[in-house]
């Protein structure tokens, strides 16, 4: 069977690897899944970049990365949760996902909602950890908030926000094509620029106030913590989603105390809830992600897939990867 293979920077290729079979070894709940369809994400491209977290990445990377947000089929189990056949949304563990089927534990995967399409319901794997971190800020309604960097999670943020009744949400994105679609997800106004010119311009929207709430959601490639610093008002909150590059050098700590900022994180959703509660406000119409899914490949194009989302081509934001056992 295939699995994807970074070879050497920003080059993936298919190689053939042995078919997972469940032994006598395999731990108790364990499933063989197939996936039959994937979606690239911003946590994917420091291994195909060369970088993860402050490190230079040594290539050949193993086999399998990187993909962790994936739709398919239980096709073997020793476990109880799910019967061979079952089709379940499921996030890998390490993002070590890119093969044709693989083997993980049958507490990693969540149910489907038959009102979704496949393409969907596989955003409910990336909304769950937009909808973890929702969780932890306060009663919104009434409030004002800026979300900073409008890529598949920004967007996502966006979404969140206007379902929980924040008043004003404000987009931040230096790429145009990004504020619009941020617009189509519920922002009231954005802002297409950064820094200084940025704060500037939400002091505008705001009457000269600065938000309660600012959700950093840059990520990765380039952390943007001090523009969340700025942004905030005092004894305000920032949510800082984006995992950023490690050592981060340039952070300006002393200046969010000096505002008695709130600084709150946000990692590793859980399975038993907030995974199919993003699953079930999809379902229920509650956000509508589809103008997100921009483009779609085949798992022969792969290479073409991470080249588009990595340079942010052709308005990319979330692309689709189909696997031969997709079913049409």
Known sequence: MLAGQFTSRRVIELVEVAEPRLTDASPPGSIVFQPEMTCLCGSDL?????????????YPQPAGMSLHEMVGTVVDTNGSQWAAGTRVLAVPERQHGLFERFILSERRAIALDNRLTDEVALMAQPFGTVVWALKKLPNMIGRDAVVLGLGPIGQMFVAGLRNMGARKIIGIDPISDRTCIAKKMGATDTVCSTGAEAVERVREILGGELPEIVIEAVGHKAQAFNDAVRLVRPHG????????PAPV???????????NAVIRTSLHPDFEETFPLAMQWLAEGRVDLGPLLTHRFALA?????FDLFRDRQDGAIKVLVEFPSLRR
């Not at 050098?249 to 505002?259: F, H, R, S, V």
């Not at 194009?301 to 897939?305: P, V």
């Open 46 to 58: 420091p291994f195909f970049d060369g970088h993860f977290e402050g490190h230079e990445i040594k």
């Open 237 to 244: 909150e920032i949510l800082y989603f984006g995992v950023p």
């Open 249 to 259: 050098n340039g952070i300006e700590l002393k200046d969010a105390m000096l505002k």
């Open 301 to 305: 194009e792969i290479q073409q897939a």
